[in-house]
Every structure is written in structure tokens, then in C-alpha cells.
């Protein structure tokens, strides 16, 4: 025990890099297990849909979802949910995976999605948005 005292006395600067960065890996992991939304992956979410019938919600401007949108993605913008959140209430008992340009929501809206308890299940959000399907070689239909 007094090597382990006398080591890190003289390596200070290692062992604080080394708290320094295991506090990091505590604090991301913590932050993704408490997240409202869980994160997909392009793959998973085709798995979903298959399986499950998950429900596409695609959150991007009507523009932006006529360029290009998942198969079967249902368009319901933010700014449409943030004045009728009650949208929402027609896929209850379905997954709901939304989908974004970038695979980030505002945080305002997680938390008025999770007041409104639109449904049961945890939402997920396709990680890395619409830019990680297109880069996963996926079709988008206009």
C-alpha cells in the first residue's frame, strides 16, 4: 500500500488524467442510461418496423421530408407538436422512433413529450439522424 501512496505522490499528473478521465466514462454512461430518449441505429430501426411496427415520426419541416423521408415516416414537425402534442395520441400503443436531419432533439421537447405520455414506451430517436441513414446506404423515397 505504501508503493501505491509513493507512485502516485511522484505520477500526480497521471493518476489526475486518469481520475479526470474515468470520471468522464461515469458521467456518459450515466447520461445515457437516464436519457428520455433511447438512440438507434439505422439498422435497429428497420428491425423495429418489421418486428414491432414501430412508428416512424419524422420531426423535420414538410421541405425537408418532400426531399427524402423513410418509408412510411409519418411528417409531424416541431413546431406542429409543440401546439398539438394530442397528434401523438393515435400511435399509443405503437413504438414511437423519431427522426431528425442530425439525430438531436431540443431537450424542451423531450421533456413536454414525457409530461404528455403519448405512449407507453420509451421513445427512441435514430442516432445520427437522417445524415446516418443516407450514410448506412439506406433508400429515402420522396
Same mark, same amino acid.
Given at each position: 500500500?505504501?508503493?501505491?501512496?509513493? &507512485?502516485?505522490?511522484?505520477? *500526480?499528473?497521471?493518476?489526475?488524467?486518469?481520475? &479526470?478521465?474515468?470520471?468522464?466514462?461515469?458521467?456518459?454512461?450515466?447520461?445515457?442510461?437516464?436519457?428520455?430518449?433511447?438512440?438507434?441505429?439505422?439498422?435497429?430501426?428497420?428491425? *423495429?418496423?418489421?418486428?414491432?411496427?414501430?412508428?416512424?415520426? =419524422?420531426?423535420?419541416?414538410?421541405? =425537408?421530408?418532400?426531399?427524402?423521408?423513410?418509408?412510411?415516416?409519418?411528417?409531424?414537425?416541431?413546431?406542429?407538436?409543440?401546439?398539438?402534442?394530442?397528434?401523438?395520441?393515435?400511435?399509443?400503443?405503437?413504438?414511437?422512433? &423519431?427522426?431528425?436531419?442530425?439525430?438531436?432533439?431540443?431537450? =424542451? &421537447?423531450?421533456?413536454?413529450?414525457? #409530461?404528455? #405520455? !403519448?405512449?407507453?414506451?420509451?421513445?427512441?430517436?435514430?442516432?445520427?439522424?437522417?445524415?446516418? *441513414?443516407?450514410? !448506412?446506404?439506406?433508400?429515402?423515397?420522396?
Amino acid at each position: 500500500m505504501k508503493d501505491y501512496i509513493q &507512485f502516485l505522490l511522484q505520477h *500526480w499528473i497521471l493518476a489526475s488524467l486518469f481520475l &479526470f478521465v474515468l470520471l468522464l466514462i461515469i458521467l456518459y454512461e450515466i447520461k445515457e442510461r437516464i436519457s428520455l430518449l433511447k438512440r438507434i441505429t439505422p439498422q435497429e430501426l428497420i428491425q *423495429w418496423i418489421n418486428e414491432k411496427n414501430a412508428v416512424v415520426i =419524422d420531426l423535420r419541416e414538410a421541405q =425537408d421530408f418532400s426531399n427524402g423521408h423513410i418509408t412510411e415516416a409519418k411528417n409531424l414537425s416541431f413546431s406542429l407538436l409543440k401546439n398539438q402534442p394530442s397528434l401523438l395520441d393515435s400511435y399509443k400503443n405503437k413504438p414511437l422512433i &423519431f427522426v431528425t436531419e442530425t439525430g438531436e432533439v431540443p431537450l =424542451d &421537447f423531450i421533456q413536454k413529450l414525457k #409530461k404528455t #405520455k !403519448a405512449n407507453d414506451s420509451i421513445p427512441m430517436l435514430l442516432a445520427g439522424g437522417i445524415k446516418a *441513414w443516407k450514410n !448506412a446506404g439506406l433508400p429515402l423515397v420522396h
